[in-house]
């Protein structure tokens, strides 16, 4: 909670880490100034690259107390502007799971190896990253909350089954190992409203520990303010909802 006497102060910058096969990959960090102890956040990236909305993402979830990395996916996919890298990362059938999910478990282990950190690390993605957040979830040890926000191909078969996404997320949901928040919007054809129904049925009938909040007027990448698809109002609530859930699960 945000009072006006805090003290606030935040370093944010472009740093480098460890990741899959011990390859250096960049990473934006925000980190909240102050003795501590943090709780961190990992932020993943959509599919449209690891651009500015991203960064302020950070700053916000930093602002709020939590120490935050977003590592750049497409980092081995060389410099640019974001958009042109994501567009040629895409073209050529997008990254591989594992090779994700490696940078991602790196980027939480980065952050465990920080000295203020309470020991505590959430996951956060948005549209194919909220994909990742889910699978990240049940496939890595040691996240402690997990944020899916318009999971786009958590429920997949036959074509949206490639040979670097061979999987569907939602066969993994008896190893989710930590408690998840899921925000979608009715509108919204990546997830459906039906498969975010599979989604919820199949969290329920393996005993998981999970809130779905679901908005009418919304569609995908709603919370994204420089595209048409931002919806302010369902965006405040859904932000609203994010920081009530970390308090819960981190803090």
């Known amino acids: 909670m945000y009072t006006t006497d805090m003290y606030e102060g935040m370093l944010a910058e472009t740093t480098s880490i460890r990741s899959h096969n011990g390859d250096a990959i960049n990473a ?9 102890p943090f709780p961190g956040m990992v932020l993943i990236h959509h599919a ?8 302020e993402a950070a700053r916000r979830y930093a602002h709020h107390g ?7 996916l497409y980092h081995r996919d060389g410099d640019g502007e974001p958009y042109e890298v994501g567009a040629r990362v895409r073209a050529a ?6 090779q994700a999910l490696g940078d991602l478990e790196g ?13 505590k690390v959430g996951i956060f993605g948005t549209c194919s990253g909220g994909r990742l957040s889910f699978l990240s979830a049940c496939r890595i040890k040691g996240f402690d909350a997990a944020i899916e926000c318009w999971g786009g191909r958590v429920v997949a078969s036959g074509d ?5 996404q061979p999987v569907a997320p939602i066969d993994f949901t008896n190893d989710l190992s930590c408690p998840l928040l899921g925000i979608f919007g009715n509108d919204d054809q ?8 599979q989604h919820e049925e199949k969290l329920k009938a393996a005993g ?10 919304a569609g995908h990448g709603f919370f994204y303010y420089h595209t048409p698809n931002y919806r302010q109002e369902q965006a405040v609530d859904g932000w609203s909802k994010i920081f009530t859930f970390l308090e819960s699960n981190l803090s």
């Not at 934006?28 to 501590?36: E, F, W």
């Open 160 to 164: 949206d089954l490639t040979d670097n």
């Open 66 to 72: 939590y120490i935050t990395i977003s590592p750049n």
């Open 208 to 217: 998981k520990k999970y809130d779905f909040h679901r908005y009418d007027g």
């Open 190 to 197: 990546a997830p459906t409203p039906e498969q975010v129904n």
């Open 28 to 36: 934006y960090i925000a980190k909240p100034l102050g003795a501590g």
């Open 48 to 55: 449209p690259g690891w651009d500015e909305w991203y960064r």
């Open 107 to 119: 980027a939480m282990q980065y952050l465990r190896a920080l000295p203020n950190l309470n020991g």
């Open 93 to 98: 059938g997008g990254i591989p799971d594992a």
